[in-house]
């Protein structure tokens, strides 16, 4: 088991800052940084200090998200909370709704439930947040990963820039739904409703369904939906 600080292995760190150095031709210690920051560290010695000052080992389940050891409602829905957990590490303010504040959009790279992901965040109308996770993502194996300019993914969208015949060979799954800010902190809709699911690769959803509930940090896992 490798050790881990708020949920990320060195090796991750690493994976990530690999796939940056590709995208914009820096070096490899400028990517780390970028890496490290990208995740919630000042920088890479900063993650390398509290790793080396970590006694404790964690399971590759081990995340920055509390778990339970319930099964989740819905496994879709779970997978959003985890994003939203994530995202809530590095925007701790996401869910202070202000009418007058500029809407605002943005993306993460995480690591959920052990494997490189994708969060996705959009402000829109009435204090709603569009969010969107891809789960399992291998940015390398991306048609559009590594392309420049107009042609390379963005991450502005619910789902990756690629013909969905080609998700199988770098996602896993990808799902999009709506937290609500105005009228309270939560994930609209309940269970399996208002969460669409818009790629599942074959296998993931019983890998899906192993996983335990997670417990969501500062908001409600559902509530009214608004159409």
């Given at each position: 088991?490798?050790?881990?600080?708020?949920?990320?292995?060195a090796d991750?760190?690493?994976?990530?800052?690999?796939?940056?150095?590709?995208?914009?031709?820096?070096?490899?210690?400028?990517?780390?940084?970028?890496?490290?920051?990208?995740?919630?560290?000042?920088?890479?010695?900063?993650?390398?200090?509290?790793?080396?000052?970590?006694?404790?080992?964690?399971?590759?389940?081990?995340?920055?998200?509390?778990?339970?050891?319930?099964?989740?409602?819905?496994?879709?829905?779970?997978?959003?909370?985890?994003?939203?957990?994530?995202?809530?590490?590095?925007?701790?303010?996401?869910?202070?709704?202000?009418?007058?504040?500029?809407?605002?959009?943005?993306?993460?790279?995480?690591?959920?439930?052990?494997?490189?992901?994708?969060v996705i965040?959009?402000?829109?109308?009435?204090?709603?947040?569009?969010?969107?996770?891809?789960?399992?993502?291998?940015?390398?194996?991306?048609?559009?990963?590594?392309?420049?300019?107009?042609?390379?993914?963005?991450?502005?969208?619910?789902?990756?820039?690629?013909?969905?015949?080609?998700?199988?060979?770098?996602?896993?799954?990808?799902?999009?739904?709506?937290?609500?800010?105005?009228?309270?902190?939560?994930?609209?809709?309940?269970?399996?409703?208002?969460?669409?699911?818009?790629?599942?690769?074959?296998?993931?959803?019983?890998?899906?369904?192993?996983?335990?509930?997670?417990?969501?940090?500062?908001?409600?896992?559902?509530?009214?939906?608004?159409?």
């Amino acid at each position: 088991m490798e050790k881990k600080v708020n949920g990320h292995t060195a090796d991750y760190i690493k994976r990530i800052a690999k796939s940056i150095k590709k995208n914009q031709n820096i070096s490899h210690h400028e990517a780390l940084e970028l890496a490290s920051k990208q995740n919630g560290f000042h920088s890479w010695k900063h993650f390398q200090n509290l790793l080396n000052k970590s006694e404790t080992t964690s399971l590759v389940y081990s995340m920055e998200v509390q778990q339970s050891n319930l099964k989740p409602n819905d496994p879709y829905r779970n997978l959003l909370i985890a994003g939203l957990n994530a995202l809530l590490k590095q925007k701790k303010d996401l869910l202070q709704f202000d009418k007058d504040k500029k809407e605002e959009e943005g993306y993460i790279f995480a690591e959920l439930f052990g494997f490189q992901s994708v969060v996705i965040w959009r402000e829109i109308s009435f204090g709603e947040i569009s969010l969107a996770v891809w789960w399992k993502y291998d940015h390398s194996k991306h048609p559009y990963g590594n392309l420049t300019r107009n042609g390379q993914e963005n991450f502005r969208d619910s789902c990756p820039m690629a013909n969905k015949t080609d998700y199988k060979n770098f996602v896993g799954v990808v799902v999009h739904g709506w937290v609500e800010r105005a009228t309270g902190k939560y994930i609209q809709g309940s269970g399996g409703n208002s969460i669409i699911r818009k790629y599942v690769r074959r296998g993931e959803k019983s890998e899906l369904e192993k996983l335990p509930a997670v417990k969501p940090n500062g908001f409600q896992t559902e509530g009214k939906f608004f159409a």
